[in-house]
């Protein structure tokens, strides 16, 4: 299958600062990238949907301001949280897929685990 | 109601047996069915990707998804302790982006 990276893996960083994740495709052009977010022991919530060169379309009570996404390239997405709180803290992880047809697979990352301190 | 539901656990075999996971959704315009397989901290692995109803197998895994009771099933055979992980069924529109999962199930393969 097709590999997607996911960087850093880990990241504790202090109550106010902004930090950025990078999801990168290796071997393949994402049109589309996913961005969820998962609590201990459930399952991963989206949090929004970029396409290459367009805004993000954010999920319902997710704050945009608060989690930046850019997808500048057909192999590069980042999601920045800015101003981190406590709260914030979790596990990051980014999917991508092929072409704009949704008949496709969605390859994740290794994801990003975000202590907030 | 949650859209798609998936018995959390955990479940705990011992190695060799069949292990039977399971989802059910009430959206029948799902069309596309996926099983991931999640390790600790990591990103999910995509095991299986089936189409409408049927049956799937890939080495000692068999997806199964029933349409008509709104339920898909993943199988495997000779379960082994690499199998311990958490698994989750996801499941798309035709025609949308969003992958809707369930919540996983944790599972554990004991020696």
């Known amino acids: 299958g097709a590999v997607v990276s996911q960087h850093p893996s880990r990241v504790i960083c202090k109550s106010g600062t902004s930090v950025k994740i990078e999801c990168r495709s290796l071997d393949f052009q994402a049109t589309t990238m996913f961005w969820y977010r998962q609590f201990p022991k459930q399952s991963l919530m989206l949090m929004a949907t970029s396409n290459e060169g367009s805004k993000a379309t954010y999920e319902q009570g997710v704050e945009k301001d608060k989690f930046l996404i850019n997808h500048a390239s057909l192999t590069l997405s980042t999601l920045t949280v800015t101003s981190a709180h406590p709260e914030d803290s979790s596990f990051y992880i980014c999917s991508a897929q092929t072409g704009t047809f949704v008949n496709t697979e969605a390859f994740f990352g290794q994801g990003t685990r975000l202590t907030v301190v | 109601q949650k859209e798609v539901e998936q018995d959390p656990g955990p479940l705990s075999v011992p190695e060799g047996a069949i292990v039977s996971l399971n989802c059910t959704y009430s959206n029948s315009a799902f069309q596309y069915f996926m099983w991931y397989r999640q390790y600790s901290r990591k990103g999910p692995e995509l095991l299986m990707y089936t189409y409408s109803s049927g049956n799937k197998e890939d080495g000692r895994f068999t997806a199964q998804v029933d349409k008509s009771s709104k339920y898909i099933s993943l199988f495997i055979r000779d379960s082994q302790p690499s199998d311990s992980a958490t698994y989750l069924c996801?499941?798309?529109?035709?025609?949308?982006?969003?992958?809707?999962f369930g919540q996983g199930t944790r599972l554990t393969i004991n020696p």
């Open positions: 996801a499941m798309r529109v035709q025609g949308a982006q969003k992958l809707v």
